[in-house]
């Protein structure tokens, strides 16, 4: 058995004791958030970087959906390249733009911490997030269906029955559905 040799025993200096010890190491995250926090105040983005961000964002959005539509992951990876890329002017439908903005408002809203960007409509009366910004960017959360592009009446008369009592001979089994195979043949614009 080995002998203990005072020598060449080290005692650990206070900064290592005070790492290894539970409480040292919530003071240091403490530290590292309240850094990061600071960071987070002085970045916020503005109101008008954020609008403009917005903007060009939701225009990608629509520029985007000609095309058949996927599901959330589709959005999301679509969410992730607006964020870092700005929309193509000379893909811009002007009378798209402009039903967009005349059914759809845009609002910002600056928080401590992070900005946020919604958008009211009659579908959504309370508005829907469409953007974080934080640490001076600006996160894209648009989906298509969040925006409303068009306006009509739900229901001709109010007391109007949504199913109309029709007189359907007993024989009639309904007709042959088109069951040509559907081909997406691109933006018919283009």
Known sequence: ??????????????????????????VILAIIMLIMAIIAIMSVPSYEKTMRETEDNIRQCLQDNDSIKGDLIDEIVMNVGRSFSEADSTLDNKELLEACWAHNKLEIYRHTLYSTARVRNT????????????????????????????????????????????????????????????????????
Request: glycine content about 8%.
């Open 123 to 190: 579908t959504h009366p309370q508005g829907v997030r469409v953007g974080i910004g934080i640490f001076g960017k600006i996160f894209s959360t648009v989906c298509y269906s969040d925006l409303v592009l068009n306006l009509g009446p739900i229901r001709k008369k109010y007391n109007q029955r949504l199913i109309q009592d029709a007189v359907i001979p007993d024989n009639y089994i309904g007709d042959n559905p088109n069951l040509k195979p559907y081909h997406y043949k691109g933006n018919p614009d283009d």
């Open 1 to 26: 058995m080995e002998q203990f040799n005072q020598n060449t025993y080290k005692k650990p200096n206070l900064f290592q004791e005070f790492y290894h010890s539970c409480l040292g190491k919530v």
